[in-house]
């Protein structure tokens, strides 16, 4: 079952008013080093004003070498996720400024406690793939913010992390704690734990904060990532195509930059686009636009055979209430119809400024169900049931029969959180409506679920690298 929102004609002709965009109009490159890349590479580059124009054949060129598929792992080796073809895995909204606290349910201020909590809780989930950095960690030290708020990552799941870093010198810090954790640098190239989140500035440029981390992240050998948030009508082109074709110039260039950094680097090319509601200057994530751009970026990808990053479960509400499950629900349906290999934001409420635990309890049941509808319906001998209708016959039931025994399991998809159950049986329960539920649920993880922790020697020399950074140099 698959969502195309593209003809292959259209296609084809997005790829080609990118590939004008690049030569015609350009980029801006804040970075030196990534000038001198390009321009060694045959670009035409305007050193005074950080412009550079791309020609096709290198765009196609690094293209080319872009490795098709990443397979990122968990801590122990366990866990293998295969971004490629049309395979898709959720990760956790990130570095939010506000969180609805599991306890009050209290819009807060990010801190750490919360990002550690967060992990936890997608170690437990197991339609939630990928960690990251819940939220913003305002209670702690600028100055070693990112290290603390992957710290808090790292101890408190085994699952593979999206991470994202303030500045180059963080993005190699955050690194080295993977390597502890894997068991050396080689070992993390071969398994990585981890991707490195960079961001374009829309329209059209790319800073020397994020290109210098770009680079520095490949030139260590671990999966990068380049994701635009264009918004139409504001940052971009008003029309739902022109943002496409601005989306992928931004993200090409990160890829661009990548290939050029290191042959066959592996890259994941993304967007986050969307539009601005133009009555109250919102980016919505909510709006079905959100996932049209999304979808049809997916496809793009898939035509270049690289890894995808898009978007999904995500709302522009302001609580865990029906809008918000509305809104999550169709962009996390249209992202994995249309083969996103990883379904960020998941979580987000209020258009990416609160994060809600409850909505990521709520999106993992969300992701089974679908996935169930995905995965259609299997025809062969065994589930046409010939031979079964057959013995049961007219007036009789399947209830004790060895078949139903045998494939209920796989064929019926069974709730953990939606209620199915008789009026009378919910009433005596509580009368607890979804978000009950997974209010319940969430602190019961909280509670009592408990990651593999890290070894104690491996988690004091991650805070022995942040004690290191925030120690002020003797000179």
């Keep these: 079952m698959k969502l195309n929102v593209l003809s292959k004609d259209e296609v084809e002709r997005l790829h080609l008013a990118i590939l004008q965009v690049f030569e015609k109009t350009g980029v801006k490159v804040y970075s030196r080093r990534?000038?001198?890349?390009?321009?060694?590479?045959?670009?035409?580059?305007e050193e005074k004003t950080f412009r550079v124009k791309i020609p096709s054949y290198l765009v196609e060129e690094c293209i080319k070498n872009t490795p098709k598929y990443i397979h990122l792992y968990s801590r122990d080796s366990k866990l293998q996720l295969k971004l490629e073809r049309d395979n898709f895995y959720t990760v956790l909204g990130s570095t939010v400024v506000n969180v609805i606290d599991p306890e009050t349910f209290k819009r807060v201020k990010g801190r750490k406690e919360y990002i550690a909590k967060a992990a936890k809780v997608v170690d437990a989930l197991p339609n939630i793939h990928i960690a990251a950095q819940f939220c913003l960690a305002l209670d702690c030290s600028p100055e070693v913010q990112e290290l603390h708020e992957l710290e808090a990552v790292f101890t408190n799941t085994v699952k593979p992390v999206m991470a994202i870093a303030y500045?180059?010198?963080?993005?190699?810090?955050?690194i080295e704690m993977a390597a502890i954790i894997k068991g050396g640098i080689e070992k993390l190239r071969k398994e990585p734990l981890l991707f490195m989140y960079t961001e374009p500035t829309s329209p059209l440029e790319y800073s020397e904060k994020a290109l210098d981390t770009l680079i520095e992240t490949v030139k260590l050998g671990i999966p990068v990532l380049s994701a635009p948030c264009v918004q139409a009508g504001a940052t971009g082109p008003v029309s739902l195509?022109?943002?496409?074709?601005?989306?992928?110039?931004?993200s090409l260039t990160g890829l661009i930059l990548a290939q050029l950094t290191k042959k066959g680097a592996p890259t994941i090319i993304g967007e986050v686009s969307t539009v601005m509601d133009m009555r109250t200057?919102?980016?919505?994530?909510?709006a079905p636009e959100f996932s049209i751009i999304n979808a049809a970026s997916s496809q793009l990808a898939h035509y270049y055979g690289i890894p995808f990053f898009g978007t999904g479960g995500c709302s522009d509400s302001k609580l865990p209430d029906e809008q918000a499950v509305a809104e999550a629900a169709t962009s996390l349906f249209a992202a994995m119809l249309s083969g996103t290999n990883l379904i960020h934001d998941v979580g987000y409420l209020e258009g990416a400024m609160t994060g809600s635990l409850e909505m990521v309890v709520i999106i993992d049941e969300l992701f089974s169900m679908m996935s169930r509808i995905i995965k259609g319906i299997k025809i062969d001998e065994e589930t046409l049931a010939l031979n079964v209708i057959n013995d049961v016959g007219p007036g009789g039931h399947y209830l004790a029969h060895k078949h139903t025994l045998k494939l209920f399991s796989e064929e019926h998809w069974l709730p953990s959180l939606i209620d199915r159950r008789r009026y009378e049986f919910w009433k005596v329960d509580g009368e607890k409506d979804m978000v009950t539920r997974a209010r319940e649920k969430l602190q019961k993880i909280l509670r009592e679920h408990e990651p593999e922790p890290l070894p104690k020697e491996i988690k004091q020399e991650l805070v022995n690298i942040i004690v290191k950074r925030n120690r002020p140099e003797v000179k």
């Excluded at 500045?167 to 955050?174: E, H, L, M, N, V």
């Excluded at 022109?242 to 110039?249: A, D, M, P, R, Y």
């Excluded at 200057?281 to 909510?286: A, E, K, R």
């Design 34 to 45: 990534a000038l001198e890349m390009l321009k060694n590479a045959g670009a035409e580059v």
């Design 167 to 174: 500045s180059p010198q963080g993005a190699k810090k955050i």
């Design 241 to 250: 195509a022109g943002t496409l074709v601005q989306s992928f110039v931004e």
């Design 281 to 286: 200057g919102v980016m919505s994530y909510g």
